[in-house]
């Protein structure tokens, strides 16, 4: 799951490839192919013969990430209460694929909007799944609902890089996201299982109020 240059048994794409995941997640995508390169062991050339460009790296960046998340989420909604704790208790491991994920939002534009609604498509098919398997209740809205998850779960970490904005290291993060998860997973867990409010009154008068509100048969628990 971590992007790591110069992995053993690695083919050279692959290798630029993680190299330009730690290096744009650390310095944002104003790294030039030379860094990427000299962390990968490779020329500028070679980047440029397998990516053919610097947009053409990102992307390729952006569709490993992404699968990378849509698979450990997929895993973790659908899967045992112990592998949540197995990946909890990995989570430093994360953190490359994590800090470029908020690089990516930070850098805005074409491509940063196109990873943003690729993620949330990736939440609505997991998701999904998890109801299929009875680990996650029905939405009335399950593209709205993805959607507030994906937006919820990447804007505390991007409330952390604006407030850290200095740090250099991507083992600065690790340790921050470990703090993270250890301040942040009993309250998510206990809202997303037990709820906030006491009653419906809230949910039934905006039903009430909005014009044409998503269907969900009889609701009610």
């Not at 849509?70 to 899967?79: D, M």
């Not at 850098?107 to 949330?120: K, N």
């Not at 680990?135 to 890089?161: E, N």
């Not at 039934?204 to 044409?212: H, I, R, S």
Request: net charge negative; glycine share 8%.
């Amino acid at each position: 799951m971590e992007a790591s240059a110069g992995s053993a048994g690695q083919s050279t794409p692959d290798r630029i490839r993680d190299a330009a995941i730690l290096r744009f997640g650390r310095d944002g995508f104003s790294a030039g192919l030379r860094a990427v390169a000299a962390d990968a062991g490779v020329t500028a050339g070679l980047v440029v013969h397998h990516f053919g460009s610097k947009d053409g790296l990102r992307q390729a960046c952006d569709t490993y990430v992404l699968d990378l998340i849509r698979s450990e989420k997929l895993k973790a909604v659908t899967g045992s209460a112990a592998g949540m704790i197995a990946q909890l208790a990995a989570v430093e491991e994360y953190a490359p694929i994590a800090l470029y994920s908020l690089r990516s939002m930070q850098a805005g534009g074409e491509l940063a909007t196109a990873f943003m609604e690729q993620m949330v498509r990736d939440a609505e098919d997991y998701l999904a799944a998890a109801v299929e398997s009875g680990k996650v209740k029905p939405s009335r809205d399950p593209a709205a609902r993805a959607r507030y998850l994906v937006f919820q779960g990447m804007g505390s970490l991007m409330l952390w890089i604006s407030l850290h904005p200095g740090f250099r290291e991507i083992d600065d993060f690790r340790k921050e996201l470990r703090q993270i998860s250890n301040e942040t997973t009993l309250p998510a867990l206990e809202l997303f299982t037990d709820g906030l409010f006491t009653d419906r009154s809230m949910l039934d008068q905006y039903l009430m109020y909005v014009t044409d509100p998503p269907s969900h048969g009889d609701a009610r628990p």
